[in-house]
């Protein structure tokens, strides 16, 4: 990073914010970035850890300590700028590269050219500049004659014979097995000495071949002083493998559990190894063996002799004619012999006018199962029973039948026990005989049951419901029937006490009830997740009466960028926000094929990764989405083509706005007095503690420019939500992970230290909405400050978004 010093003004520029433009104004002072991108005079860029310039305007000749310059010019401490009336020092000031204007650094001699081609900024991009190397020295003529010539090319030979043996690298490469043919080739041609190639450093290729084994042809790059001892392994060809099956053809084969077509299966290749060939036929026995495929092409072949899986089943009755069923299926009359697959079943026997017969029973394959006959009893009498009141439970000599008033049909001459019960009365029961061809009527009276409870409520004043009915006041000794009552505590400002009580004849229940305020409540209910009607997973932000607090960095601060004024903000009604980013697959749910994109050929799709390259647009539109699945109104409409918020905001989910994300990612809910706000995600110093997020950790310094040291997350790119430790309020990924969008549009100066911005929600209008939180890109102390302040209209791969909407608690 770089650190511009103007009169009025200090920036820290990060190096994922190169190329800088730098131009001059109106009034001939120098300006940078954004604003100089119209029309620049220069272009300083960032390559190999080093910044070079390159001049771009043809109205002003850029000097470098006083030497007019044309192409692209390293950077180093000490040196001077010059166009126009403008001067800029570059020195070395808290750690970083500074620009600055006045000072006279001694003459420095011209440094190296930097690299001719660099990569452009993608946004937005400004127009590419010609990367040209330093201008080369003029050639100069030898004074001596053309004797001399042969000498200077023999030493010449030798010089670049002896720059190959210092340069190049002895190379081992082993294949196994030993191939019939192997080559090695590529940018320059390697010398053979003994076992091993001399190659100078650059990209070659391996290639072997052997019969029976696939072809390998293998890329391969080293630098200087390296020493590769290259190791690779061929691969045999498939084999090939034939499958039959008797008594019968049209079997499904499966090769280690994935389908492979029916028999008879004819030279189809298989990779080699152990594998497990399986066969499935309708009323067969599934059968399966391990076979090793020797592969190389060579010709396997394999048959299943299939057992049949069903067996033999005689069933008689007396008498006969009567419908026979197994399980739900009815598979014909009495008397009959069938086949049914092997298994347990529910036999059951049943003719109208007769009583039915169920009895289990198992068929075992290849096997015949012949049952006894079945004697079946006639039905001719009935039995009309009533109770008072209704709903009474009855059991038939100990069988359940169904509740009352209940008619049915029994088996005639016959005494049968009546037992009767219901939740609240006195169990009764009966003896009654039914008569054939007739109706035999009971009628039952029921006694009702009690129980005494006792309830004592907090605090005084409280009215009691009892079965939803106002029963007066809530202390007091109630007399119940012995069944469920659903039993509500209700008082003014405090939450309602509902339960299920039930008494029980003798013995006295005491209720103990203290009623809870509706803040206090929510202040429980913000230590606990909260899982939506959508499947979100969110914690409440309880406001009790209007909360304070302040925003951004103190200019001291290191890493402040100029866009953190610090300020005051006052929120004054409870929200709740999503403990995790909303994810690919909760997404997908609204948009099934939205894809998240790749970096560097890693795949970004994981349905458990935050969903990303999505615009603000595409956020508000999911937002709008959920909030109609759970009946709430709408936070946001389209106007020409774009959609903004509908003000004043509702009640719908939302994003969260700038200040609602700032007091939960830096202060502490709850809490009073208002604990010191969080510097980082995990505190106030840097390192980052083990496992508090997923940023651009020393695994990534491949990859990214800037990484934390020392540091490792076990992610490269994104990571699934959650996979991190949350923050004081439960809440996951604030920082690291993926940055946030907001629902706030952009704005650079959002207040004074003097004014207290009030529910803010951003200017009502602009061209960028704000960015909050840092990334699996960031690692600079500046990315991974909670204050640090973005700003984008476009999509971005590490940029996703949380839900959020406002809550009513009552007072």
């Known amino acids: 990073m770089i650190l511009i010093l103007l009169e009025n ?26 604003e100089a991108e119209t029309a620049p005079v220069l272009w300083a860029r960032f390559h190999q850890e080093r910044i070079y310039i390159q001049p771009e305007s043809s109205s002003y000749v850029t000097y470098h300590n006083e030497i007019s310059i044309e192409g692209s010019t390293w950077l180093s401490t000490g040196d001077r700028i010059t166009f126009g009336d403008v001067s800029i020092e570059i020195a070395e000031s808290e750690g970083m590269l500074s620009f600055s204007s006045g000072g006279n650094p001694p003459d420095e001699p011209p440094k190296e050219p930097p690299p001719e081609s660099m990569e452009a900024p993608t946004s937005p991009p400004p127009p590419e500049p010609s990367c040209l190397p330093a201008a080369r020295p003029p050639r100069r003529r030898w004074a001596g004659g053309r004797g001399r010539k042969p000498v200077l090319v023999g030493f010449l030979i030798l010089i670049l014979a002896a720059g190959f043996v210092l340069g190049a690298s002895p190379v081992r490469i082993t294949v196994s097995p030993p ?76 090769i280690d559990g994935k389908s492979a077509g029916k028999t008879p299966l004819r030279d189809i290749e298989i990779e080699p190894g152990l594998r497990t060939i399986g066969l499935t036929a309708e009323r067969y026995l599934p059968a399966d063996r391990t076979l090793e495929i020797r592969g190389k092409g060579e010709a396997q072949s394999i048959n299943f002799k299939l057992l ?100 049915l049909p029994l088996v005639s001459g016959k005494s049968y026990n009546l037992d009767l019960t219901k939740q609240g009365y006195v169990s009764a029961n009966q003896s009654v005989r039914i008569e054939g061809g007739k109706i035999t009527s009971v ?3 029921m006694s009702p049951e009690y129980g005494i409870v006792f309830i004592r409520a907090q605090p005084a004043g409280a009215t009691l419901k ?36 039930t008494p029980r004849k003798g013995v006295s229940k005491r209720l103990n009830v203290r009623l809870k305020r509706h803040i206090d409540v929510a202040r429980e209910k913000a230590r606990q997740d909260i899982r939506t009607k959508s499947n979100h997973i969110v914690r409440l932000i309880p406001i009790e009466q209007p909360l304070e607090f302040r925003v951004g960095a103190s200019r001291r601060e290191a890493g402040r960028r100029s866009n953190e004024t610090q300020y005051s903000v006052e929120l004054s009604r409870s929200f709740m926000i999503g403990t995790r980013e909303v994810t690919n697959a909760q997404f997908r749910r609204f948009r099934p094929r939205h894809n998240s994109g790749t970096e560097r050929g890693t795949d970004l799709n994981d349905p458990r990764f935050p969903v990303v390259s999505v615009t603000w647009d595409d956020a508000a539109e999911y937002l709008n989405w959920l909030s109609k699945n759970e009946g709430l109104p709408t936070a946001y409409i389209e106007q020409d083509g774009k959609m903004v918020a509908i003000e004043p905001m509702t009640g719908g989910y939302r994003l969260p ?98 004014k207290v911005r009030r529910d803010p929600a951003g200017p009502r209008r602009g061209e960028f909405h704000v960015v909050r939180g840092s990334s699996w890109r960031h690692g600079s102390i500046t990315g991974l400050r909670l204050s640090y302040r973005d700003y984008t209209k476009s999509p971005r791969n590490d940029l996703g978004f949380r839900i959020a909407r406002y809550v009513n608690i009552p007072k």
């Open 308 to 407: 049949p899986g069903w067996g033999t089943l005689v069933v008689s009755s007396e008498p006969e004619q009567v419908d026979v069923s197994l399980g739900s299926e009815n598979i014909g009359r009495t008397p009959l012999t069938a086949e049914p697959m092997q298994g347990s079943y529910k036999l059951t026997l049943s003719r109208k006018g007769w009583k039915p017969v169920t009895v289990p029973i198992k068929i075992e394959a290849s096997r015949t199962t012949r049952l006894p006959p079945f004697p079946m009893a006639r039905i001719d009498g009935t039995l009309d029973l009533k109770t008072n009141p209704s709903g009474a439970t009855v059991a038939i000599d100990g069988r359940f039948r169904g509740r009352t008033p209940l008619t």
């Open 179 to 254: 191939p019939d043919t192997v080559s090695f080739g590529g940018t320059f041609p390697p010398i053979p000495v003994g076992e091993r190639y001399l190659a100078l450093p650059g990209s070659y290729t391996v290639s072997a071949r052997l019969t029976g084994y696939r072809d390998l042809d293998q890329n391969v790059s080293f630098g200087f002083a390296a020493k590769p001892d290259l190791k690779f392994e061929l691969k045999k060809l498939p084999g090939r493998l034939s499958v039959t099956t008797t008594p019968i053809v049209g079997a499904m084969v499966s």
């Open 466 to 501: 009892i079965d939803g009915k106002v029963s007066g006041s809530a202390s007091r000794r109630l007399r119940l029937t012995t069944r469920p009552h659903r039993i509500e505590i209700i008082k003014d400002g405090y939450a309602s006490y509902s339960a299920t009580v």
């Open 443 to 445: 009628d039952m009276p």
């Open 657 to 754: 706005t700038e200040a609602e994300w700032v007091f939960a990612a830096r202060y502490e809910a709850g809490a009073r007095p208002l604990t010191q706000p969080l510097k980082y995600p995990w505190g106030r110093e840097m390192p980052p503690t083990r496992g508090s997020g997923n940023y651009a950790d020393g695994g990534a310094i491949n990859v990214l420019p800037l990484v934390i040291k020392g540091y490792s997350d076990g992610h490269t790119y994104a990571a699934p939500v959650g996979s991190f430790t949350p923050n004081r309020n439960g809440i996951h990924d604030l920082g690291g992970n993926v940055s946030e969008w907001c629902h706030d549009y952009y704005d650079a100066f959002v207040g004074s230290q003097n």
């Open 9 to 34: 003004d200090r920036r820290v520029i990060e190096t994922s914010e190169f190329p800088l433009a730098i131009g001059i104004t109106d009034v001939g002072t120098v300006m940078y970035g954004a």
